[in-house]
C-alpha cells in the first residue's frame, strides 16, 4: 500500500513552513505524535523517578513504556537490553569506558573509515588508555562501499571489538552487515553498531543481526533529541557501570545515569508510535500488534523511498559538473538509503548550501562528523561536500525543485 503524502505531511507541524528539508541526515522534523507525548509528559506526569506519589508513578509508567516500545523497535529480546541516553555519541563513550576495562595491553579493536567519528574516536581514545591497537578498515572510494577482504582479514585476527555502521551519513551506503556480523562472531568478536542513519529508513531487528550492541538517536527518525542503545542482557548485567553510588544495579537502570531526559523519553515512545501508526494506516498492520505494525510501516517508508532515491540520483546526474560520491548504481538501490554526497565543479560545498538555503532548501555541508570518510575522498581540506537526504515526508515535486535549483547555480 503507498503512502498518502498529504495526511504523512500532516503529521509534522514543521513541515508548514514554507521550506524544503533535505537535512533530514543530520537531525529530521518531529511527529506530532512525539511532539504530544512530550508535552502530555510535562503537563500531567512531570516527576523524578521512584516517588510514593501520583505523578512520580505516572511518569516510571511512561518511561517503563517507552522501554518496551524500544525493545519492539528494535526487536530486543527484553525491555531491560534498552538503555536510555543523552544521544548515540554520549553513550558509546560511556560503553567504550566499561568495554576497554576487560580489555588488556596489546588486544586489537576494529574501527572503519566510513563511519561516522561517534563511532570511531570512543574507541580509538579508549584503546589508548589500555594499550590497545587499532585496525582499520578501508573502503572503495569509488563506489563507496567497505573492504570486505580487509574486513575478513581484521577478523581473522580475532579482535575484541568491531565498530561498524548500519548505513554511512555521508555516503548513504548500507553495509551488509548480515554478512559481516557472523564473520565477527565466528571469531569471537564484540559487534558495536551505529544505526543512527539507517533507523529512519529500515527494519531494525537486533536478534537477527546477533550483535551485541546497536545504538541509535531518535532525532534522527522524527523524534526528539535522544540516545538509545541496545545491549545484549548477559554482557550488560557483566559489565561495571560508571555511575554514582546510590543508583541501581539492576538493568536498565544501571546504565542510565543519573536523571534521565523523562520528556525526551516520552518523545521516543510516540516517536515510535508514529512508525506503528503508518503500519496500521497504510500497511494494513492489524492494531494492537507493535512489532508487526512497526514492521509493515518501515515496508511502506521502503517502497517510498526507493521512488525518491532514484529520482535524486537521476537529479543530481542530469546537472552539469556535479560529481556525485558513494554508491550510484540505480540498479542497486537497495544498498543505499537516501542519503547522497556531492560536489559542484567550481562552486565550494558551502557557496552552493547556501544559494540553495536562499531558495529555501536546506541541506549540509561539509563532513557531518564523517571526517574519515571526507578525509580518504581528498575533499576535507577544501570543504567537504554537500549532503542531501530525503525521508519519507518528502516529496517527488521537491526533487524536483532541488534539481531546477542546482542547474540554476551550476549554470552561474
Not at 555521508?170 to 559487534?191: S, V, W, Y
Not at 503500519?279 to 518501515?298: H, N, V
Amino acid at each position: 500500500m503507498s503512502l498518502n503524502l498529504t495526511a504523512i505531511r500532516n503529521q509534522f507541524p514543521a513541515l508548514a513552513r514554507p521550506a524544503v528539508f533535505f537535512d533530514n541526515p543530520g537531525g529530521t522534523q518531529i511527529a506530532r505524535a512525539s511532539l504530544e507525548r512530550i508535552n502530555h509528559y510535562l503537563i500531567e506526569n512531570n516527576a523524578n523517578h521512584g516517588g510514593l506519589f501520583a505523578t512520580s508513578q505516572a511518569s516510571d509508567a511512561v518511561l517503563d513504556e517507552a522501554h518496551r516500545a524500544m525493545a519492539d523497535f528494535y526487536n530486543a529480546a527484553s525491555p531491560d537490553e534498552i538503555i536510555f541516553g543523552a544521544n548515540m555519541t554520549t553513550l558509546t563513550l560511556h560503553i567504550s569506558r566499561s568495554l576497554a576495562r576487560t580489555w588488556n595491553a596489546g588486544d586489537e579493536i576494529v574501527v572503519t573509515r566510513l563511519d561516522h567519528d561517534a563511532n570511531v574516536s570512543p574507541w580509538i581514545l579508549a584503546a589508548r588508555d589500555r594499550g590497545v591497537n587499532v585496525r582499520w578498515v578501508d573502503f572503495d572510494v569509488e563506489d563507496g562501499t567497505l573492504n570486505l577482504d580487509e574486513l575478513q582479514k581484521a577478523l581473522e585476527r580475532k579482535p575484541r571489538l568491531l565498530a561498524i555502521g548500519y548505513a554511512s551519513n555521508a555516503l548513504g551506503t548500507i553495509n551488509p552487515l548480515e554478512k559481516i556480523l557472523p564473520l565477527a562472531r565466528q571469531a569471537g568478536t564484540l559487534t558495536y553498531v551505529d544505526a543512527v542513519q539507517y533507523a529512519a529508513h529500515g527494519l531494525i531487528d537486533v536478534q537477527q543481526l546477533d550483535c551485541d550492541f546497536l545504538v541509535s538517536s531518535s532525532y534522527k527518525y522524527f523524534g526528539p533529541h535522544a540516545g538509545i542503545l541496545y545491549g545484549r542482557r548477559a554482557l550488560l548485567d557483566e559489565l561495571s557501570a560508571y555511575k554514582v553510588r546510590p543508583a541501581t544495579n539492576q538493568l536498565p537502570g544501571k546504565f542510565e545515569t543519573g536523571t534521565q531526559n523523562h520528556e525526551g523519553i516520552a518523545g521516543v515512545l510516540g516517536a515510535v508510535e508514529y512508525f506503528a501508526w503508518l503500519g496500521q494506516e497504510f500497511g494494513g498492520a492489524p492494531a494492537g500488534t507493535r512489532r508487526q505494525a512497526l514492521s509493515q510501516g518501515m515496508q511502506v517508508i521502503h517502497s517510498h523511498e526507493l521512488q525518491l532515491s532514484r529520482s535524486l540520483l537521476a537529479a543530481l546526474a542530469s546537472v552539469p559538473g556535479l560529481r556525485l560520491y558513494g554508491p550510484s548504481d540505480p540498479q542497486h538501490l537497495e544498498q543505499r538509503v537516501a542519503t547522497f554526497s556531492f560536489r559542484l565543479a567550481g562552486r565550494q560545498p558551502q557557496e552552493v548550501a547556501q544559494r540553495l538555503a536562499e531558495a529555501g532548501i536546506y541541506v549540509w555541508d561539509g563532513n557531518y562528523y564523517a571526517i574519515n570518510v571526507s578525509e580518504r575522498l581528498g575533499v576535507e581540506a577544501s570543504g567537504g561536500m554537500v549532503r542531501v537526504g530525503a525521508v519519507h515526508y518528502n516529496t517527488l515535486e521537491e526533487v524536483e525543485f532541488l534539481r531546477q535549483a542546482l542547474l540554476k547555480i551550476s549554470a552561474h
